[in-house]
């Protein structure tokens, strides 16, 4: 079973530039999240959906952040217009539905904003 | 506020020593709990998780964890640690209804050979 693939590994960009990246959950797993993981920190949630909704997104910058999920499988995170505080590891994660079920992760983006 | 802390930054412990990294929560009902492992540059890895009933639970790789509910502490454990177990290691909850899981900023731990 493939497990969740993000891509792209790693972006290195210019402050005020946008960057887009990409999410396929394992699949018919319903439940997708975003999570920012600062250097040294712990994953911090941005937000998930449950198929193609959306149910939590109130830890997005909604500014410059958005995510779209349009037929319920793959996802896309994209920042308008980059920040330094945006330098993280940007991580996917999937699910199945129901309360506290196993999270599998993506390898992550790694994200550097100059 | 809802937390969850894990009070080592970096943890360094010999090989065949034992472990047990700390993790304390702060939730006003009793939440779901997990440890997650993560390697260099890969994704988190569940290592085990809690949810009821016998406070001990076991893991992969030989860990195991402790679940208290009179001191809201959920510590990993392991007997004998391994070179490979160097990774970081990150406690995890989330409460009964809902999916959102808070992280603690995890633990870094070094084994030396």
């Known amino acids: 079973e493939a497990g969740v693939t993000q891509s792209p590994r790693y972006a290195v960009l210019q402050e005020g530039q946008a960057v887009s990246f990409w999410c396929d959950p394992i699949?018919?797993?319903?439940?997708l999240y975003w999570y920012q993981q600062p250097r040294d920190q712990g994953p911090q949630l941005l937000v998930y959906?449950?198929?193609?909704?959306?149910?939590?997104n109130s830890q997005l910058p909604s500014d410059r952040f958005s995510a779209v999920r349009p037929k319920g499988t793959n996802s896309t995170l994209k920042i308008q217009s980059a920040k330094q505080g945006d330098t993280a590891t940007y991580l996917c994660?999937?699910?199945?539905?129901?309360?506290?079920?196993?999270?599998?992760f993506g390898s992550g983006t790694r994200l550097t904003v100059l | 506020a809802q937390s969850v802390t894990q009070p080592d930054a970096r943890v360094t412990v010999s090989e065949g020593a034992s472990l047990q990294l700390r993790c304390k929560y702060s939730?006003?009902?009793?939440?779901?709990l997990f440890w997650y492992v993560q390697y260099p540059r890969q994704g988190l890895q569940l290592l085990l998780k809690?949810?009821?009933?016998?406070?001990v639970v076991q893991g992969v790789n030989g860990f195991e964890a402790e679940f208290s509910k009179s001191n809201s502490s959920f510590h990993l454990r392991k007997a004998s640690v391994h070179w490979s177990d160097s990774a970081v290691y990150f406690c995890?909850?989330?409460?009964?209804?809902?999916?959102?899981?808070?992280f603690g900023k995890g633990t870094s731990l070094t084994v030396i050979p």
């Open positions: 699949s018919g797993h319903d439940t």
């Open positions: 995890a909850v989330t409460l009964t209804g809902y999916q959102n899981f808070y």
């Open positions: 809690y949810y009821s009933g016998d406070p």
């Open positions: 959906f449950r198929d193609e909704a959306v149910i939590d």
């Open positions: 939730y006003s009902a009793t939440p779901y």
């Open positions: 994660a999937s699910s199945l539905e129901g309360a506290a079920e196993t999270l599998y």
